[in-house]
């Protein structure tokens, strides 16, 4: 299992890399990828590729899908939820703008509603290349509620974190949430400061977030295996470990080239990964935290 996260960081740091700095994948890049389905209870499950992990509800009502990866994935995720269901998803929901989340909206938004924050919806639209099919129609400023295959989906929208858009997804009689990009299991986050991303939000979402689990809850994270509340929980001490730490070498006066030449505190120094290695995580950190980014 180990491996297999590994692998999937691996190839997530490299596609990753060329979206956010606007290059398109070829197709034939995503021909090894495979999409493996986890049932998680009677009508949902989970799809892991390349790029984001995938919720799914499949029921009487129909499918939805909780992000759709990269646009080349398309067809694979298609023919991996008809595995489950025939048809098509009638609603897809966004947790946030990046591409490695919503690269196949303009295939599933061809035939399905796309739900996503009012900032997704800016987001992708700044793009001129962005397709209207790819485009959210129906957006929220905070929290919406999806009834659907005997459940309710609460979507919440807690402000600034992983980006200015972020959604959490939780399906309230099966007792599971999906984190989107606000959960790496067992690896440092990516917080895009320049898309309105704030690691003091950040922390503070995924406490939101942990005070509606118990210790039954399902966790689906934006990357990375299947996890259980304490494991999110052990994420969130990770990042007031971090935050602390890094208030402390700020108030000393420590300059980024000496934090960076110390190094993140022991007990961390093995949750950095190819995309955000543990120097890319002092980055952000010291970035965020200077004492005028704060409130």
């Known amino acids: 299992m180990k491996q297999r ?7 997530l740091s490299t596609l990753a890399i060329l979206t956010f700095s606007g290059n398109l994948m070829a197709d ?6 495979k999409i493996t389905s986890k049932k998680l209870a009677d009508n949902t499950y989970m799809f892991m590729g390349a790029g984001g992990n995938i919720g799914v509800s499949a029921g009487s009502d129909g499918l939805l899908i909780i992000d759709d990866q990269f646009a080349p994935l398309a067809a694979k995720i298609s023919a991996s939820l008809n595995d489950i269901q025939a048809g098509n998803p009638k609603y897809i929901v966004n947790t946030h ?3 490695d989340h919503t690269g196949g909206n303009a ?3 061809k035939t399905g509603t796309i739900l996503a924050h009012h900032n997704v919806l800016k987001r992708l639209s700044e793009d001129s290349k962005t397709p209207k099919s790819a485009l959210p129609v129906i957006t929220y400023a905070e929290n919406i509620s999806i009834h659907f295959n005997q459940d309710t989906l609460e979507i919440i929208h807690l402000g600034p974190g992983h980006t200015d ?3 959490v997804v939780i399906w ?3 007792n599971i949430v999906h984190m989107g990009d606000l959960y790496f299991k067992d690896r440092f986050p990516y917080i895009d400061l320049n898309g309105g991303g704030s690691v003091m939000g950040y922390r503070d979402n995924v406490s939101a977030i942990l005070d509606k689990l118990d210790n039954n809850t399902q966790v689906i994270p934006g990357h990375g295996e299947l996890a259980t509340r304490n494991e999110l929980l052990k994420f969130k ?4 470990d971090s935050i602390n730490w890094m208030r402390g070498e700020i108030e000393m006066g420590h300059d980024l080239a000496k934090i960076k030449q110390q190094g993140v505190p022991q007990e961390y120094q093995d949750w950095g990964w190819q995309f955000i290695s543990a120097e890319k995580w002092i980055d952000t950190l010291y970035q965020d935290l200077q004492p005028k980014n704060l409130p």
């Open 107 to 109: 295939h599933f938004g």
């Open 165 to 167: 858009g972020d959604s």
């Open 5 to 11: 996260f590994q692998t999937q960081l691996i190839r």
């Open 172 to 174: 309230q009689k099966a």
């Open 97 to 99: 703008y990046h591409g």
């Open 28 to 33: 034939n890049s995503m021909s090894d990828v």
């Open 237 to 240: 001490h990770m990042l007031d």
